[in-house]
């Protein structure tokens, strides 16, 4: 649970004239849904107007979210969670009431990625309005509720929805005229994820071991023995110059089109889930290494 514990964790809202509210974010927390994370914002609303005898208020708005490149780019819609109007009392008196923020798990992981230091920063605009002597009235707000969320805070709201953090491997895809050979690896990749998604885990593996080859402009069926990946392996370690990241990545190549070929013999051992997708993770990286220039 995150508290609003600083002096930036409230506002002042206009309700016409001379009249204030003051809105302080007490907690925040976190409900896993599907595919859906909900936070859960808790506020306490205190009239500071003394001359008011209190009068209902319909409160939402937006959240937007502080960036590493210092814009603020828009998060989503609060939404009322409590039924409303809020009975706002009179003059001192508070009142409580609570709002929502859907957010897909794609765009939770894109706020934690964009934590600036070890904190989230969250923007609040609130927009409503009030109903004093039957007049409609729009809340106005003097600046937008800011709450920087610490790491410790964030952390607990990712346990309390369940979160599983999912690695996205981004692959530059390289030239076709210039790079043949990396764009043919890089459509049996493409092949690979396909057969993952169908459940196929074999077939994904002979992709992987399709794509590892043709990498280094080989063909699949040129295989490795154990004894061949560890010859290349005690070579290196022998060599008095000190291996760079390429004769390295070539050695981890190797090893993994040594582990992919297992996906051509189904006689020697059986596919599952966890062996393809080990296959897709390490070919994925050593594909966008390749198509980095150094």
């Known amino acids: 649970m995150s508290k609003g514990r600083n002096k930036l964790s409230e506002v002042m809202l206009a309700t016409g004239g ?44 937006r959240v937007e979210t502080q960036a590493r490149n210092g814009s603020r780019p828009y998060v989503g ?24 923020l859907d957010l897909t798990d794609h765009q939770f992981w894109l706020i934690d990625e964009n934590r600036t230091g070890s904190m989230v920063r969250l923007f609040l605009t609130f927009t409503g309005h009030v109903i004093i002597e039957s007049q409609y009235i729009a809340v106005q707000e003097v600046q937008p509720l800011q709450h920087d969320i610490n790491q410790s805070d964030w952390l607990d709201l990712i ?20 790079h043949p050979e990396l764009a043919e690896a890089l459509n049996y990749y493409t092949q690979a994820q396909t057969r993952f998604g169908e459940g196929e885990w074999r077939l994904c593996v002979e992709s992987i071991r399709q794509s590892l080859a043709t990498l280094v402009g080989k063909k699949a069926d040129d295989e490795d023995q154990e004894s061949d990946v560890k010859d290349a392996i005690n070579t290196a370690r ?27 013999h189904p006689e020697t051992a059986e596919t599952r889930k966890p062996d393809a997708y080990a296959a897709l993770m390490i070919a994925g990286g050593l594909l966008h290494s390749f198509t980095v220039q150094r």
């Open 18 to 61: 001379n009249s204030y509210i003051k809105v302080a974010l007490k907690t925040i927390q976190a409900f896993l849904g599907i595919g859906i994370t909900r936070l859960m914002f808790t506020f306490e609303l205190t009239n500071k107007d003394q001359n008011s005898t209190g009068y209902p208020m319909w409160l939402g708005g």
């Open 77 to 100: 819609r609060l939404q009322p969670a409590t039924p409303q109007p809020i009975n706002v009392g009179r003059f001192g008196q508070e009142a409580t009431t609570q709002v929502t």
């Open 159 to 178: 346990r309390q929805a369940g979160l599983k953090q999912r690695i996205i491997l981004e692959l530059e895809a390289p030239d076709p005229l210039a």
């Open 238 to 264: 022998k060599t008095q110059d000190r291996l760079g990241y390429e004769p390295r990545r070539e050695l981890v190549r190797r090893a993994a089109k040594f582990m992919a070929d297992l996906g051509a």
